[in-house]
């Protein structure tokens, strides 16, 4: 299934759809997709951290979708508006904190060998993103707490000179941002992480037995490690 | 508002935050034991066996 069973005509091939779809299918073959199968070393708490992260930014948009519609009044005076309002909450805390967890399983197992670098590095602009995010939910509450939230994030924004750029006492700028800009690079972010898994397939663990093996051993081994880690 | 219901929360979380001092490090306590739990929670899922299942390698 990793190539079209139809190869077009030369005339077909100057499509651009043509084109894009061959790449696609070369690039991300079905089975690479929605693969069957994961190597074995995956069986471990640790490697569901980024899955668990993905199911808690579902529901943080389904929250903040139900808290968009219904707006502040709702989510502030409400006995349900109270609800979904401590579930978008909630459902953060729980995205940052199964994140944090990845990266730091990802960080130590070093999951940027083998040419994952692009891997690592869509994680890492994620999470930076999601700071992002975070921080201008944090303002859009409409309450005292977010005006406290902005009038110290004005400081800390004027510090570093980007202060110009926002306007964090600007509800509608911070909504704005908070419910359209950044939650779209997010959504970007994640898709293209996990497509660069899917291609690349998860990191394998350090090749920790190698030092117990007979040197002649030991020296194929890691020689098969290392091409097997570049390739 | 905590305890104006039987509902109320366990912990008080209309009050400011408790912080902790150490030299120029300054955080506060809720922000402490939430990095404590990742540390207890990444600790945990590599030493928790995972559920064995038919897989090839």
Redesign the interface.
């Known amino acids: 299934m990793s190539a079209p069973a139809h190869r077009p005509a030369k005339a077909e091939r100057t499509m651009w759809t043509t084109r894009v779809r061959e790449r696609a299918v070369r690039e991300m073959p079905p089975e690479k997709l929605l693969p069957d ?4 070393y995956v ?4 490697y ?2 980024g899955v668990v992260t993905i199911a808690a930014f579902a529901v943080v948009v389904a929250s903040g979708v139900i808290l968009g519609l219904k707006g502040p009044e709702w989510w502030h005076l409400t006995g349900l508006g109270h609800f979904v309002n401590s579930m978008h909450l909630w459902a953060v ?1 729980i995205f940052f ?1 199964a994140m ?2 990845h990266l ?2 990802k960080f130590f197992m070093g999951a940027w060998r083998g040419g994952r670098s692009r891997t690592w590095v869509t994680g890492a602009i994620t999470f930076l993103v999601a700071i992002g995010a975070a921080f201008t939910g944090y303002v859009s509450q409409q309450n005292f707490d977010s005006q406290w939230i902005a009038f110290e994030a004005k400081d800390g924004l004027n510090a570093v000179g980007i202060g110009s750029f926002f306007n964090v006492a600007n509800f509608g700028q911070m909504y704005t941002w908070h419910v359209i800009l950044l939650p779209t690079v997010v959504v970007l972010l994640i898709v293209g992480h996990v497509l660069l898994v899917r291609r690349t397939g998860v990191v394998p663990p350090y090749a920790a037995r190698l030092a117990k093996a007979p040197p002649a051993a030991t020296a194929t081994a890691a020689g098969a490690a290392t091409g097997a880690e570049d390739a | 508002m905590t305890g104006t219901t039987p509902l109320g929360a366990i912990f008080d979380l209309n009050v400011p935050a408790h912080y902790l001092s150490w030299h120029f490090i300054q955080i506060s306590v809720p922000n402490f034991v ?1 990095i404590v ?2 540390i207890v ?2 600790v ?3 030493l ?1 066996p ?1 559920p ?2 038919e ?3």
């Open positions: 199968r994961q190597p074995s069986s471990s708490w640790i569901v951290f805390e904190f944090v967890v730091w399983g | 939430v739990l990742m929670v990444f945990a899922a590599l928790i995972f064995k299942r897989r090839e390698p």
